[in-house]
Each structure stands twice: as structure tokens, then as C-alpha cells.
């Protein structure tokens, strides 16, 4: 286990951004992950948890206690059964599963961060979602100092939600069991438009395994949200907002507004009679496109949902332009955008 004092933290995080930590753990074994969440909780020491720092906003005051940077390794396949060590390069892990012929988690490739992340953000992209091959969390639970594991219902999977990010202080990920399928070389059904279009077929067919890997790939490297260190559209959290999920009331008030306008807002079904709508279609409507910004934050210059670094920017910067945006689509469609990244020290 590796400890610093007054360490940086904006390198440990894609956006580049944030003051330094008090106390910076590095961890490398679940028994040092556990060790260090206890010394902290002792000592009644703030504790803020981080692997691949790909979703988080840290203020420029850095973090006044403990963090504790999850290094741990770890990738057994045995079968179609797959147990990830939290500190698992994400994308790397999800290359591995192709190579090895398993559907599942293929249309999740080259989503920056660790393992241990995916299950508390329900990551999703392309129309696959953790949820649906994740089988048990093992975690350490802070309330009662022991190792417990959450089977699939007891995690509480919703859009980019679940029990860990409900209670973001009790719960610390060490390891994720995964469900994958034999699909003889075959991806599992394509659920997203984008990626059926790409292909030339219908949703719910399936596609080559390694096709779909390198296929999101590439959409998300025309999207800049394939980390490249040269390329400040890809300094960023990813996408900076949710798609906002309305109830029958706020859709039917959305949809005035928009036809108002003459415009035609994309529209999923979601659980509960509710609908999804498009987050960067509203950041795009309400008048901020591509590269929006004049400051040392922006928009990307490829796609509307990233905001980035342009190499110089603070968190306050940053959260200026957040602000901005999330402002000006209330005004717009009286539609109220909520951050995905989490926030620390910070808020919108």
C-alpha cells in the first residue's frame, strides 16, 4: 500500500481537474482496499473512493481526508462466468471477454474507468447496461465493518442508478461477477438505432462479436469519448448530463413546448409510463452546439453531452459552463438536467 501526502489529483481523473488530496492511498489488494477504508473510518476521517477517475468532478480545493485510489487486479473467466477485481482497466477487460468469445458486455467497449465503478453508475451505452449481466457485487460495508455480496435484485440496478450510488458512503466495490453468453461469435441483439444503421440491420438482430466491439469503438472515437491524451475533446467525464426521464405530466408540458418550437424531440420508453428524451438534443436545441464556449472549458467540438478541458480550465470553469447549460435548457423546454459525474467538494 502506497501513501502520499498533499497529492495531485487531477491526474488520476479524465478531465484533468482538482485540487489535492490530504492523504492519497493506493491500494492494490481487497485486503488493503478494506485496511484503509477502516483507518479512515476510525479515525473519522473524510474518505473519498476512486479508480479510473473517469466520472468524477473535483473541486479546486482538492479533498480534505483520505483517498483511496483502488489499484486492485484481477480477471477470471471460467466458463461464461466473470469475476472482475474492482481496479480493472474497464476497457481492457471488456477487449479480454471478445478475445474470448462472450457476448455481454461488447457494446460497453472503450468506456474509460475501472470494474469496480460500473455496477455503482448501472454504466450503460449502446444499448447495453450492466444490469443486465451483472450477478454479484462484493463489497465492503461500511456500516457493519464486513465483506457482504449483493446478488443482481439486492443492487437495485436502475437508469445509471443503484443501491452503491443511493448510498454513496456505505458501500465500497471490491469485486463484480458478470453473466456472459456463448453466442457462438454472434454479439448479443443490437438494441440501439445507431449502431442497427451502422450495420444495415434491424434492432434485436445480432451482429459479428468482434464487428460490434470495433463498431462502438469507432462511434465513440467520432464522439471523443475514447480517451486520447492529445485530444482535449476527450478531456472530459464522459457524458457531463443524464437523460432526463419525465413522468406522463412533465412529458405532455415538454411536448407543447417543443411543438411550439416546430420540433420533434426523441422519445424512449421508460419504466412507469414515464419517457426518456435525449440530453444532447436539448443542449443542442436550447443553443449549445458543438465547441460552445469561449473559455478554457467547452463543449466538444464533437459532441454535445461532453464538457471538456481545453487545457487550462479549473472545476469552477468547468461547472460555469455546466451551470450555464443546465440554465439554459430549463429556460428552453422547462426540462431540468442533472449531472452524471459525481461532484466533490462542488455543486451545480
Not at 238 to 262: D, H, I, K, W
Not at 294 to 309: C, E, I, R
Request: net charge negative; hydrophobic share 45%; aromatic share 6%.
Amino acid at each position: 500500500m502506497l501513501e502520499e501526502l498533499d497529492a495531485p489529483l487531477a491526474p488520476l481523473t479524465t478531465l484533468r481537474l482538482g485540487g489535492p488530496a490530504r492523504r492519497l492511498v493506493t491500494a492494490h489488494t481487497d485486503d488493503e482496499v478494506i485496511a484503509a477504508v477502516r483507518a479512515a473510518d476510525a479515525a473519522g476521517e473524510p474518505l473519498l473512493v476512486i479508480g479510473g477517475g473517469s466520472n468524477l468532478v473535483i473541486g479546486d480545493a482538492g479533498f480534505p481526508g483520505t483517498v483511496l485510489r483502488i489499484a486492485t487486479t484481477g480477471f477470471d473467466l471460467d466458463g461464461t462466468a466473470l469475476e472482475l477485481a474492482a481496479g480493472e482497466v474497464w476497457a481492457d477487460a471488456v477487449a479480454r471477454t471478445v478475445d474470448a468469445g462472450l457476448a455481454g458486455i461488447e457494446f460497453l467497449a472503450g468506456i474509460p474507468g475501472s470494474a469496480g465503478a460500473t455496477p455503482v453508475q448501472n454504466v450503460g451505452a449502446y444499448g447495453q447496461e450492466v444490469a443486465r449481466t451483472v450477478t454479484e457485487v462484493v463489497a465492503y460495508d461500511r456500516r457493519s465493518g464486513t465483506t457482504v455480496t449483493l446478488g443482481n435484485e439486492a443492487c437495485a440496478f436502475s437508469y445509471r442508478h443503484s443501491r452503491f450510488k443511493a448510498e454513496p458512503d456505505r458501500y465500497v466495490v471490491l469485486r463484480v461477477r458478470f453473466a456472459l453468453e456463448d453466442a457462438g461469435g454472434r454479439s448479443t441483439p443490437v438494441r440501439y438505432a445507431e449502431v442497427a444503421k451502422h450495420f444495415g440491420v434491424a434492432q434485436d438482430e445480432r451482429v459479428g462479436l468482434r464487428e460490434a466491439h470495433d463498431a462502438v469503438l469507432g462511434l465513440r472515437a467520432g464522439k471523443g469519448m475514447v480517451l486520447d491524451a492529445a485530444d482535449h475533446d476527450t478531456w472530459s467525464a464522459g457524458s457531463f448530463f443524464t437523460n432526463p426521464v419525465l413522468s406522463a405530466e412533465q412529458y405532455a408540458a415538454f411536448l407543447a413546448v417543443a411543438a411550439g418550437r416546430e420540433l420533434t424531440a426523441p422519445a424512449y420508453p421508460a419504466p412507469d409510463g414515464c419517457t426518456k428524451t435525449s440530453a444532447a438534443w436539448l443542449i443542442d436545441k436550447a443553443g449549445f452546439g458543438k465547441g460552445y464556449g469561449s473559455g478554457p472549458a467547452t463543449l466538444s467540438t464533437k459532441h454535445t453531452l461532453a464538457l471538456t478541458n481545453r487545457g487550462a480550465a479549473t472545476t469552477e470553469d468547468l461547472l460555469a459552463l455546466a451551470r450555464e447549460i443546465r440554465d439554459g435548457v430549463r429556460a428552453a423546454f422547462g426540462v431540468e438536467l442533472v449531472n452524471e459525474p459525481v461532484l466533490v467538494g462542488v455543486r451545480l
